[in-house]
């Protein structure tokens, strides 16, 4: 604001004018330069000339001329009356225009001359005294500076200005401009700020400011020279008027500018409810609000459900967002033009992980891996019930998308474990997801119980360990039972229906726990090999005998025994397995002929026997010492015999004596005390044999013979021989006094002996083959025989026997016969036309017909290693099916440059049925990309039968099975993948 400068000589000039004009009685003299002198005293003349007006801007002095005049000599005249001053002057400025002002007065009244009127305005601090001649008594001022101070004064002059008299001087001030430019410049919650620039052409003393509301403060000057003043302490969101008046003296001129406060911001902006793709935030409205007020949400992502609130609203929801991801949610308070903002960051719930699956589980641990969600995810959170978490959390290398997570010190083994993943981003979390994965059981320890011949046992306590079930496998056989449910105490699982008693078999058991089976707790356990049946063989004096099938299965050795073992010694106490034998025998050397032995055998395998198998055997009692016709009638002879000497002191056992005599056959069983017999009613001079055997029981002695008559010219003698079979000559002479008759001789043979350690050395369907030692003596043929032991079965066909009658083991073969039945086989030794006592005898049973290919066999491609094997039973079973037999080997051909084949060895599997057909066998130890070939075949006890036979391709897709380098000449290489396609 430009201060008013006061000039007081020019005052003080306009004074002394006044003055002079009131009580002065002098001339005064309107000249034509407007200048207007006072005569004071004659001395000094001073002339006041106004100079132009300007704006408060420029600082303007008046210019003051002071002119000296010499003492010159007046002459004297007759004075006229004075004139009267106006009256009734007023002085007013126009409210329309600040630039003009009125000065009014009453018309002076003088009867002489007529009166003008000249104005004398004084502008103190601005262009100096102007005057404004011959005006009417209302006169407007015009181009005047607003907000000057002027002074006026009105002189009313006579027409030939010989008098003049001058008014009261009277002051006003012309109201300022307004300012320049009123404006808003700022505000706030609590207060408004106008700016504005100084008025254009005005003179002010200073400003004013009016707040409607609140205090003004002090008004300041910006640095760009504009003026700035607020009104401070307003209530917040409303509208607010700063009036700034401009103030010259007593005048003043306003202009104002409405600004609105700003709002108070909203209390309490907070994140509410995050989800995956939405944040929502929750206010309370300022304590201020007001109607008017209304509320624009702005997210920084997504959009705002509520993005223009009017109403009671306070929440919104910003959608969709990225799933863990930070929003800044803005709300801002509109009131008016003003608003006023407050922002809160709400992070969007993460994604729950995707794709958690199990990865792996060992006793006391287990890790699963998960797939990151889309979104933001900054770490997992990982919890283990029970166990404990192993930090940290692994990435994928070679997946980075990829994740895994391991609990563990989890304990017992087989405890199920709940992993919970839960997806973090910052601090918050997403969902959580659970797997469940039990950790492997741990299997038990086996101890093998009882067996037989066709099973294998073995139990166990539970182990330290979870374990719902036990399962029980058999490689070979049938589980029994095949799962167990896990209890406390002892438990006991079998292999059942083994196929080859005293062979090697294993069991196994698993502990398992939900979906979790342990490794195989695995026992190797021998089956009880398969007793043996004795069967009887020719016994002598001082030897029992037996002898008995080659069981089936498996054994390596036979062990003998022979009771009462003090009169009795096997022969051979422990008979080795012997792989081309099919029959074995054992004798017992015994002290006491005609007593009862028992000799028992036992199989062995591995470390396990058979049950015992015992038969009773008697030995051969002893012959008489002698044997004698003691008194011979026509019709009767009397027979005597003796024992043997040790036979009389209790060193043989027999139990009656059996007489005999041929021709007319009869016999007589004689008491044992007895030494002597008559047979009577005998034909006269009939020559008879008498032959005696000692009998023990079922055992006889070897026969001892006498040839007598009835009459007193027949005799009889024996002779003992030592080769049987052998032809002898027996000479008798008669003699009289000292002269002897011509010798009578006769030729006689012995019997033979009785064939020993028969054998089965071959046995089929319909074709069995035995074989026999040669026995002592003289042998010129053997009588064989085979008779059906099934009722109503004929015999097969006798094939004699094969073979040198010198050579030391002889054979015969009989053909012919009905697979599966069972046959006894005799062979009688000949020696000429003498043929055995006692034939020697087996029994036999043919082996049943072979199977005929297993039916409808398929296979079936399950996966780049596995194949499903399914068959059915044979049309022609012949018999138990015991076993099949699956047979396979692969062959890949070699493509290109590489010829030949790629061939993997054939493998052999073993398959029990078990239920109803058809069976399925999985083979899962295949080579992608091999064709193989599989062969399957029935087992019954006739051996392997017919074979089905089929083929498959397996294919390895996405893969090439074998890379092939063609090098060529000069380094040329190339790679040519060959990818081996499915038929």
């Given at each position: 604001?430009?201060?008013?400068?006061?000039?007081?000589?020019i005052?003080?000039?306009?004074l002394?004018?006044?003055?002079?004009l009131?009580?002065s009685?002098?001339q005064?003299?309107?000249?034509?330069?407007g200048l207007?002198?006072?005569?004071?005293?004659?001395l000094?003349?001073v002339?006041?000339?106004?100079a132009?007006?300007?704006?408060?801007?420029?600082?303007?002095?008046?210019?003051?001329?002071?002119?000296?005049?010499f003492?010159?000599?007046?002459e004297?005249?007759?004075p006229?009356?004075?004139?009267?001053?106006?009256?009734?002057?007023?002085?007013?400025?126009?409210?329309s225009?600040?630039t003009?002002f009125?000065v009014?007065?009453?018309?002076?009244?003088?009867?002489?001359?007529?009166?003008i009127?000249?104005?004398?305005?004084?502008?103190?601090?601005g262009?100096?005294?102007?005057?404004?001649?011959?005006?009417?008594?209302?006169?407007?001022?015009?181009?005047?500076?607003?907000?000057?101070?002027?002074?006026?004064?009105?002189?009313?002059?006579?027409?030939?200005?010989s008098?003049?008299?001058?008014?009261?001087?009277?002051?006003?001030?012309?109201?300022?401009?307004?300012?320049?430019?009123?404006?808003?410049?700022?505000?706030?919650?609590?207060s408004?700020?106008?700016v504005?620039?100084?008025?254009?052409n005005?003179?002010?003393?200073s400003y004013?400011?009016?707040c409607?509301?609140?205090?003004?403060v002090?008004?300041?000057?910006?640095k760009?020279g504009?003026?700035e003043?607020?009104?401070?302490d307003?209530?917040?969101?409303r509208?607010?008027t700063?009036?700034v008046?401009?103030v010259?003296?007593s005048?003043?001129?306003?202009?104002?500018?409405?600004i609105?406060?700003?709002?108070?911001?909203?209390?309490?902006?907070?994140?509410?409810?995050v989800t995956?793709?939405?944040?929502?935030?929750?206010?309370?409205?300022p304590d201020?609000?007001?109607?008017s007020y209304?509320?624009i949400?702005?997210?920084?992502?997504?959009?705002?459900?509520n993005?223009?609130?009017?109403?009671?609203?306070?929440?919104a929801?910003?959608?969709?967002?990225?799933?863990g991801?930070?929003?800044?949610?803005?709300?801002?308070?509109?009131?008016?033009?003003?608003?006023n903002?407050?922002?809160?960051?709400?992070?969007a719930?993460?994604?729950?992980?995707?794709?958690?699956?199990?990865?792996?589980?060992t006793?006391?641990s287990v890790?699963?891996?998960?797939?990151?969600?889309?979104?933001?995810?900054?770490?997992?959170s990982?919890?283990?019930?029970p166990?404990?978490?192993?930090?940290?959390?692994?990435?994928d290398?070679?997946?980075?998308?990829?994740?895994?997570?391991?609990?563990?010190?989890?304990s017992?083994?087989?405890?199920e474990?709940?992993?919970?993943?839960?997806?973090v981003?910052d601090?918050?979390?997403?969902?959580?997801r659970?797997?469940?994965?039990t950790?492997?059981?741990i299997?038990?320890?086996?101890?093998?119980?009882?067996?037989?011949?066709?099973?294998?046992?073995?139990?166990?306590?539970?182990?330290?360990?979870v374990?719902?079930?036990?399962i029980i496998?058999?490689?070979k056989?049938?589980?029994?039972?095949s799962?167990?449910?896990?209890?406390?105490?002892?438990?006991?699982?079998?292999?059942?229906?083994?196929t080859?008693?005293?062979?090697?078999y294993?069991?196994?058991?698993?502990?398992?726990s939900?979906?979790?089976?342990s490794?195989?707790a695995r026992?190797?356990?021998?089956?009880l090999?398969?007793?043996?049946?004795?069967m009887?063989?020719?016994s002598?004096?001082?030897?029992?005998?037996a002898?008995?099938?080659?069981?089936?299965?498996?054994?390596?050795?036979?062990y003998?025994?022979c009771?009462?073992?003090?009169?009795?010694?096997?022969?051979?106490?422990?008979?080795?397995?012997?792989?081309d034998a099919?029959?074995?025998g054992a004798d017992?050397?015994?002290?006491i002929?005609?007593?009862?032995?028992?000799?028992t055998?036992?199989?062995?395998?591995?470390?396990?026997n058979?049950?015992?198998?015992?038969?009773?055997?008697?030995?051969?009692?002893?012959?008489?010492?002698?044997?004698?016709v003691?008194?011979?009638?026509?019709?009767?002879?009397?027979l005597?015999w003796?024992?043997?000497?040790?036979?009389?002191?209790?060193g043989?056992v027999?139990?009656?004596?059996?007489?005999?005599h041929i021709?007319?056959?009869?016999?007589?069983?004689?008491?044992q005390?007895?030494?002597?017999?008559?047979?009577?009613?005998?034909?006269?001079?009939?020559?008879?044999?008498?032959?005696?055997?000692v009998?023990?029981?079922?055992?006889?002695?070897?026969?001892?013979?006498?040839?007598?008559?009835?009459?007193e010219s027949?005799?009889?003698?024996?002779?003992?021989?030592?080769?049987?079979?052998?032809?002898?000559?027996?000479?008798?002479?008669?003699?009289?006094?000292?002269?002897?008759s011509s010798?009578?001789t006769?030729?006689?043979?012995?019997w033979p002996s009785?064939?020993?350690?028969?054998?089965?050395?071959n046995?089929?369907q319909?074709?069995?083959?035995?074989?026999?030692?040669?026995?002592d003596?003289?042998?010129?043929?053997?009588?064989?025989?085979?008779?059906s032991?099934?009722e109503?079965?004929?015999?097969g066909?006798?094939?004699?026997?094969?073979g040198?009658?010198i050579?030391?083991?002889?054979?015969a073969t009989?053909?012919?016969l009905t697979?599966?039945l069972?046959?006894?086989i005799?062979?009688?030794?000949?020696?000429y036309?003498e043929?055995?006592?006692?034939?020697a005898s087996i029994?036999?049973e043919a082996?049943?017909n072979?199977?005929?290919?297993?039916?409808?066999?398929?296979?079936?491609y399950?996966d780049?290693h596995?194949?499903?094997?399914t068959?059915?039973?044979?049309?022609l079973?012949n018999?138990?099916?015991?076993?099949?037999?699956?047979r396979?080997?692969?062959?890949?051909?070699?493509?290109?440059?590489?010829?030949?084949?790629y061939n993997?060895e054939?493998?052999?599997?073993?398959?029990?049925p078990e239920g109803?057909p058809?069976?399925?066998?999985?083979?899962?130890?295949?080579?992608?990309?091999?064709?193989?070939t599989?062969?399957?075949?029935?087992?019954?006890?006739g051996?392997e039968?017919?074979?089905?036979?089929d083929?498959?391709t397996l294919?390895q897709?996405?893969?090439?099975p074998?890379?092939y380098i063609?090098?060529?000449?000069?380094?040329?290489?190339?790679w040519?993948a060959?990818?081996?396609r499915?038929?």
């Amino acid at each position: 604001m430009q201060k008013r400068k006061r000039l007081n000589y020019i005052r003080v000039a306009v004074l002394v004018l006044m003055a002079y004009l009131k009580v002065s009685k002098g001339q005064i003299t309107r000249r034509p330069n407007g200048l207007i002198t006072t005569e004071l005293t004659g001395l000094i003349t001073v002339v006041a000339t106004t100079a132009a007006r300007t704006t408060v801007a420029t600082t303007t002095v008046a210019t003051t001329t002071i002119t000296t005049v010499f003492p010159t000599t007046l002459e004297p005249t007759t004075p006229l009356p004075a004139l009267n001053s106006p009256d009734n002057f007023i002085l007013a400025d126009v409210p329309s225009n600040n630039t003009v002002f009125t000065v009014s007065w009453d018309d002076v009244q003088d009867s002489r001359l007529a009166v003008i009127y000249n104005i004398i305005v004084n502008t103190l601090d601005g262009p100096g005294i102007e005057t404004f001649s011959d005006v009417t008594s209302v006169y407007t001022v015009t181009g005047r500076t607003p907000g000057q101070e002027y002074n006026v004064i009105v002189v009313a002059v006579d027409s030939d200005n010989s008098r003049e008299e001058a008014s009261d001087e009277k002051t006003l001030t012309l109201r300022p401009n307004i300012v320049e430019n009123l404006r808003r410049h700022d505000s706030s919650n609590t207060s408004v700020t106008s700016v504005w620039n100084e008025p254009l052409n005005s003179v002010f003393d200073s400003y004013s400011i009016i707040c409607s509301s609140g205090t003004a403060v002090p008004i300041t000057i910006t640095k760009d020279g504009t003026l700035e003043a607020s009104c401070v302490d307003v209530m917040p969101g409303r509208l607010h008027t700063i009036t700034v008046a401009t103030v010259s003296g007593s005048q003043s001129n306003s202009d104002y500018v409405d600004i609105w406060s700003k709002p108070n911001t909203v209390q309490s902006l907070e994140g509410d409810v995050v989800t995956t793709n939405s944040v929502s935030v929750t206010w309370s409205r300022p304590d201020d609000h007001t109607p008017s007020y209304y509320y624009i949400i702005d997210c920084s992502e997504g959009f705002a459900d509520n993005g223009n609130i009017t109403d009671g609203t306070t929440t919104a929801t910003c959608s969709p967002v990225t799933a863990g991801r930070v929003v800044t949610v803005t709300v801002t308070t509109y009131s008016g033009l003003e608003s006023n903002a407050d922002s809160t960051m709400v992070r969007a719930k993460p994604n729950s992980i995707d794709a958690l699956n199990e990865e792996s589980a060992t006793i006391d641990s287990v890790t699963a891996s998960w797939r990151k969600p889309a979104g933001i995810v900054t770490q997992y959170s990982i919890s283990c019930s029970p166990g404990n978490p192993q930090q940290p959390v692994v990435r994928d290398d070679g997946r980075p998308s990829k994740y895994r997570a391991t609990c563990e010190n989890i304990s017992p083994p087989g405890t199920e474990c709940t992993m919970t993943v839960t997806s973090v981003s910052d601090t918050v979390a997403g969902d959580s997801r659970l797997i469940k994965i039990t950790t492997y059981p741990i299997p038990p320890v086996l101890l093998e119980a009882a067996s037989t011949e066709r099973s294998i046992s073995v139990e166990w306590q539970k182990p330290n360990s979870v374990v719902d079930y036990y399962i029980i496998e058999c490689p070979k056989g049938t589980a029994s039972p095949s799962n167990i449910t896990a209890i406390d105490g002892t438990l006991t699982a079998s292999c059942i229906g083994l196929t080859s008693p005293g062979d090697t078999y294993n069991i196994s058991v698993q502990s398992q726990s939900n979906d979790k089976l342990s490794d195989a707790a695995r026992v190797i356990i021998n089956a009880l090999p398969e007793s043996v049946t004795l069967m009887k063989s020719p016994s002598l004096v001082d030897t029992v005998s037996a002898t008995w099938a080659r069981p089936m299965g498996v054994f390596e050795q036979f062990y003998v025994q022979c009771t009462p073992s003090d009169n009795a010694v096997p022969l051979q106490d422990v008979i080795q397995f012997d792989p081309d034998a099919s029959l074995y025998g054992a004798d017992c050397n015994v002290s006491i002929p005609g007593d009862l032995y028992d000799m028992t055998v036992v199989s062995r395998s591995g470390n396990k026997n058979s049950s015992s198998s015992t038969l009773e055997l008697r030995a051969l009692p002893e012959a008489v010492d002698s044997f004698t016709v003691e008194e011979v009638t026509t019709t009767t002879v009397e027979l005597q015999w003796t024992m043997k000497n040790r036979c009389d002191n209790g060193g043989c056992v027999w139990s009656s004596f059996n007489v005999s005599h041929i021709p007319e056959f009869s016999e007589q069983i004689v008491p044992q005390n007895e030494r002597s017999t008559t047979f009577t009613s005998l034909t006269p001079g009939e020559s008879y044999t008498f032959t005696i055997i000692v009998l023990s029981e079922d055992e006889e002695s070897s026969p001892v013979t006498v040839v007598d008559l009835t009459d007193e010219s027949l005799y009889a003698e024996d002779c003992s021989v030592s080769i049987p079979g052998d032809p002898y000559d027996m000479t008798v002479l008669s003699r009289s006094g000292n002269q002897n008759s011509s010798p009578s001789t006769l030729e006689l043979r012995a019997w033979p002996s009785n064939v020993r350690s028969v054998e089965i050395t071959n046995i089929e369907q319909r074709v069995v083959t035995i074989e026999w030692e040669r026995p002592d003596g003289v042998v010129t043929g053997y009588n064989t025989t085979i008779e059906s032991l099934e009722e109503g079965r004929g015999g097969g066909e006798s094939g004699g026997f094969d073979g040198d009658l010198i050579d030391q083991k002889h054979t015969a073969t009989f053909v012919d016969l009905t697979p599966g039945l069972e046959y006894a086989i005799t062979i009688c030794t000949k020696s000429y036309d003498e043929i055995c006592i006692t034939p020697a005898s087996i029994s036999i049973e043919a082996l049943p017909n072979k199977p005929s290919a297993p039916q409808d066999l398929s296979l079936e491609y399950e996966d780049i290693h596995t194949v499903r094997v399914t068959f059915s039973e044979p049309a022609l079973p012949n018999g138990d099916i015991t076993e099949y037999i699956i047979r396979y080997s692969g062959v890949m051909v070699g493509i290109l440059l590489f010829e030949g084949s790629y061939n993997q060895e054939e493998i052999v599997k073993l398959y029990t049925p078990e239920g109803n057909p058809p069976y399925s066998v999985t083979i899962s130890d295949l080579v992608a990309g091999y064709t193989y070939t599989f062969r399957v075949t029935a087992v019954n006890g006739g051996g392997e039968g017919e074979v089905a036979e089929d083929e498959i391709t397996l294919e390895q897709l996405g893969k090439f099975p074998f890379h092939y380098i063609c090098a060529g000449a000069y380094s040329l290489s190339r790679w040519i993948a060959l990818s081996v396609r499915k038929k």
